[in-house]
């Protein structure tokens, strides 16, 4: 069973940089799509961004977008997201995932993610 796992959370001041990291310990990850998610308290959860297998395309949320870069080695099974200029609203529990289909492509709607890690905080706070 695909397993993932995020980590690289923590506290930051505003303005401050972190860079998050999404695993699979038993499996590879090198054939899925993966999206970064996060969900801040009393917020439903968002998609912040996703990259194909290979990383030729990527997307991004518009609050991010030219702040946050996903990336991924496949030599070691590894998605990132580079935070950077973080915000005070930045401030969740951020979770990867892969999707329902295992699809190379990252998936539109209604097709969504069915495999999730348990989360990384990110703290931002002055």
């Known amino acids: 069973q695909l397993e993932v796992a995020e980590s690289g959370g923590g506290l930051v001041q505003p303005g401050g940089s972190l860079r998050l990291s999404c695993t699979a310990p038993?499996?590879?990850?090198?054939?899925?799509?993966i999206g970064w998610f996060r969900q801040a308290p009393g917020k439903e959860r968002e998609k912040i961004s996703c990259?194909?297998?290979?990383?030729?395309?990527?997307d991004y949320l518009d609050s991010v977008a030219g702040r946050f870069t996903i990336s991924r080695d496949n030599d070691k099974n590894t998605i990132y997201l580079q935070l950077d200029s973080l915000k005070l609203e930045d401030t969740a529990v951020y979770y990867c995932?892969?999707?329902?289909?295992?699809?190379?492509?990252?998936?539109?709607?209604?097709?969504?993610?069915?495999?999730w890690g348990q989360g990384t905080q990110v703290t931002v706070s002055p």
């Open positions: 995932a892969v999707p329902k289909r295992l699809s190379y492509w990252c998936p539109s709607p209604p097709d969504g993610y069915g495999t």
């Open positions: 038993a499996n590879t990850l090198n054939y899925y799509a």
């Open positions: 990259i194909s297998a290979r990383g030729e395309i990527s």
